[in-house]
Nanobody, 113 residues
């Protein structure tokens, strides 16, 4: 059974940092592209950052470039999202996605202004 479990969300002040983690189990992880998405209230879910199977290629939404960094540890089967200089508009539920089919349950990030 494939499972993706996010953690690391919480309440932080504007300008602060958080590090999200996504633990992957039940599937071969090494070759899969993994992405972090977010969904704010009343808005569509959007791609925040993505990293390819080998970890050599990443891409980011324009709104988070220079502030967020995605990384992966293939041995531990973990994916991380380091979020710095957080803004109120980063407030959302953040989801981890593996390939096209598998999603985690999400973790809430709230940034107070």
């Amino acid at each position: 059974q494939v499972q993706l479990v996010e953690s690391g969300g919480g309440l932080v002040q504007s300008g602060g940092s958080l590090r999200l983690s996504c633990a992957v189990s039940g599937i071969i992880f090494s070759g899969a592209t993994v992405g972090w998405y977010r969904q704010a209230p009343g808005k569509q879910r959007e791609l925040v950052a993505q990293i390819t199977g080998g970890g050599s290629n990443t891409n980011y939404a324009d709104s988070v470039k220079g502030r967020f960094t995605i990384s992966r540890d293939t041995v531990k089967k973990m994916v991380y999202l380091q979020m710095n200089s957080l803004k109120a508009e980063d407030t959302a539920v953040y989801y981890c996605r593996l390939g096209h089919a598998f999603w985690g349950q999400g973790t809430q990030v709230t940034v107070s202004s």
